[in-house]
């Protein structure tokens, strides 16, 4: 009976499973005495205790949404704890305006990840000022013509980092109904080729706001949707993330092709660029180390000095018959050299090899190392592979 109350009156200011998991890491018997003993520590720990306890936050919208909007209406408190906010379950229009309301009252609010399954312009009002800033926003609309993104993302008034997945626009009224969001300060952005046309549209005005952008699923007729978006962002464009055609196709692009849509890119108009990531080729596509090298060089010559990190996804690599005949596969180490020289900044350089055969990797991977120019000191060259290949982990440190 006296552990029950004690266990009570340790529940009023601390949460049971909390207080179980400090005494079992303290190796202590959960009895009157350990309790007591706990209480007076928690005591003292308890402002601590809670905002760990409601920083991150993940709920679902039809069970958990209700619950903590009760709570944000009883404790201001505990609304400046949570900093990051992730709905499980996509939200409708019903609850798209409980949502916004909920965000009104958490002051310190810094990362909002939900799913949108549909939104009409009824999910808001329409002369709505916007007030809302988070840091980072992950909005992902599902396949639905209904989804109407205006409505929901005019409440905000800055968005650092806006993550927009599997956007489809219905029609051309969608995007002339987003065109009301230039208001929007989006400094780093993720998007598909084949939205790029679309949100060049939406964002023209905004676009100097943007230091980080990611592109994916690049294909050859997105060359000038794609080079379009880079030059209007270029001036403060600090990361760049591009995968390049072929990488989601069993038949690649012809290496020329690929040599054009780089140089369509323009990367040198990047003068504050710092880190670049390439996905070269996927893991289910086989070429030569030639072909990579080309590459490689091709995008080198393009980066602007002030680069820092440079980060290569490669792909099925044929480095098998390369391990038995490196002469089959001259390499220019002439232009790597001259290259490295040039960027004098570079701290960091990554090459992810997707290979499925430990013996062909280290030949990669001595191969690589053996070559590379080793007068820059501050620099480390990393290469291991990728999952689910059995060298996974693998670090190999050089150019020291």
């Known amino acids: 009976m006296a552990l029950t109350r004690a266990m009570r009156r340790l529940q009023r200011r601390l949460p049971l499973e909390l207080i179980v998991n400090i005494l079992d890491c303290l190796g202590l018997e959960i009895d009157q005495t350990s309790l007591k003993a706990c209480a007076r520590v928690c005591h003292s720990w308890l402002p601590l205790a809670r905002s760990i306890l409601w920083r991150d936050l993940k709920i679902d919208v039809y069970r958990g949404l209700q619950r903590v909007q009760q709570l944000a209406d009883g404790s201001a408190v505990v ?37 949108v399954r549909e939104l009409t312009p009824k999910s808001g009002p329409s002369d709505v000022q916007p007030t809302l800033s988070v840091d980072n926003l992950t909005f992902v609309p599902c396949f639905s013509p209904a989804v109407d993104v205006t409505s929901f993302l005019a409440h905000f008034q800055c968005i650092n980092n806006l993550h927009v997945k599997c956007m489809i626009f219905s029609d051309e009224s969608s995007i002339n109904n987003l065109s009301s969001l230039e208001h929007l300060r989006v400094t780093s952005f993720t998007v598909t080729s084949e939205e790029a046309p679309f949100i060049y549209k939406i964002l023209e005005p905004t676009l100097h706001y943007i230091i980080s952008l990611t592109l994916l699923y690049l294909m050859l007729r997105d060359w000038e949707s794609t080079g379009l978006l880079i030059h209007c962002t270029a001036p403060h464009l600090k990361s760049l993330s591009l995968e390049l055609p072929g990488c989601n196709s069993r038949i690649p692009h012809d290496l020329d092709e690929i040599k054009s849509f780089v140089t ?28 990579i090298n080309e590459l490689i060089i091709g995008i080198l010559d393009r980066v602007p000095t002030l680069i820092q990190t440079l980060t290569f996804h490669l792909g099925d690599l044929d480095i098998c018959k390369f391990a038995c005949s490196p002469l089959d596969y001259p390499v220019h180490w002439e232009q790597w050299d001259a290259t490295f020289k040039k960027l004098r900044h ?26 590379l120019p080793g007068q820059h000191s501050s620099g480390q060259l990393q290469i291991y592979p990728i999952e689910p290949y059995p060298l996974l982990g693998h670090i190999y440190n050089s150019l020291r």
């Open 79 to 115: 609304c400046s704890y949570i900093r990051t906010l992730e709905f499980s379950s996509p939200i409708d229009e019903v609850h798209a305006y409980l949502v916004l309301k909920l965000i009104e009252k958490l002051p310190r609010l810094r990362t909002l990840k939900l799913w």
């Open 264 to 291: 369509s890119l323009n990367l040198p108009q990047c003068q504050v660029l710092q880190s670049l990531t390439m996905m070269l080729v996927s893991k289910n596509i086989r070429v030569s180390t030639h072909t």
């Open 346 to 371: 570079l701290t960091l350089v990554t090459f992810k090899i997707s290979t499925r055969c430990d013996m062909a990797f280290t030949a990669w991977q001595q191969f690589i190392t053996g070559k």
